[in-house]
């Protein structure tokens, strides 16, 4: 189709609404039209490139095994309430939607699909020779978010690829688990972006552990810690730090010492001449300044 057949306009100036370059960028180039607060509609332009990073995604996800379908927006409340997480989500968190249909039954529109996707396992699943099993899905989640930002990267509506898998010991959850690294780093890799995977807080939905693979770019809202060699990374909310080496002390005993315009460790350590993490040997405690 011609340009000129399209449907297809830019914009001369920024949204007054747009905070970063990517958000100002998709609507001023005809991508994306805002419908309400979190809420856009893909233009045909924006939809292509959609279609294109969701074949990425399945490519990446077949090689690894998995299986791909697509699960029920509307969700029973009783299946969240069974797994004790509808509280959590309607009123801890706040960020499902909720509602009644006409029978007077609680529904809700998923934020994500743990309890449909364990529900179907429980059906479906008879015997470990079944296992393991992995299933994904590209499909909308709706979370109602308190402040909606930075155009699609936080939004009340949005389209996610998420997987489950159900494994018979620990041993193949943890083949799994590392297929699932390789997948999701090919997949960033050939979408051409700068990422790191870093130890992360695993929130309402739960798990012995979590790890989030994090776009390096100056927009954002989530700080992330991480070492040069690539050995370390986590975001803020997970990460712990350890103390260098301990230097020796020069002082031999304790001792109190004026420190006349020392306001902070720094030029403590600057007058005394010593180091922050000194060790008193003698002692055998640290000297804590």
């Not at 309402?204 to 776009?215: C, D, T, W």
């Not at 350890?242 to 403590?268: C, H, M, W």
């Not at 005394?272 to 804590?288: A, I, R, V, Y």
Request: hydrophobic fraction near 35%; include cysteine; charge should be negative.
């Amino acid at each position: 189709m011609r340009l000129s057949q399209m449907l297809f306009l830019t914009l001369r100036d920024d949204p007054a609404d747009a905070e970063i370059p990517s958000h100002k960028l998709l609507l001023r180039a005809g991508y994306i039209r805002r419908i309400g607060s979190g809420v856009y509609a893909y233009l045909p332009l924006m939809w292509r490139v959609l279609q294109k990073v969701s074949q990425i995604v399945r490519e990446e996800m077949n090689a690894a095994g998995g299986q791909e379908c697509l699960l029920p927006q509307l969700q029973p409340a009783e299946l969240w309430k069974e797994s004790g997480r509808w509280d959590t989500y309607t009123k801890a968190e706040g960020i499902m939607f909720a509602l009644k249909d006409r029978r007077d039954q609680e529904q809700a529109l998923g934020p994500t699909h743990e309890e449909v996707i364990t529900t179907i396992a429980r059906d479906m699943i008879r015997s470990y020779r079944q296992l393991p099993q992995l299933l994904y899905q590209i499909q909308t989640k709706f979370r109602d978010e308190i402040r909606p930002r930075f155009g699609l990267m936080r939004g009340r509506e949005f389209i996610m690829k998420d997987a489950y898998s159900f494994n018979v010991d620990e041993e193949s959850l943890e083949k799994t688990y590392q297929d699932m690294h390789i997948a999701y780093s090919n997949i960033l890799r050939r979408s051409g972006l700068a990422f790191r995977a870093v130890q992360a807080d695993s929130g309402a939905i739960g798990g012995s552990a979590s790890q989030e693979f994090m776009v390096l770019a100056e927009a954002g809202e989530d700080e992330v810690l991480y070492t040069e060699d690539g050995q370390y990374a986590a975001n803020v909310e997970k990460a712990v730090s350890l103390p260098p080496d301990a230097q020796p002390s020069a002082f031999t005993n304790y001792e109190k010492r004026e420190t006349p315009g020392s306001q902070t460790i720094e030029k403590v350590c600057e007058f005394l001449k010593m180091f922050p993490h000194s060790s008193c040997e003698k002692c055998s405690l640290p000297n804590n300044i």
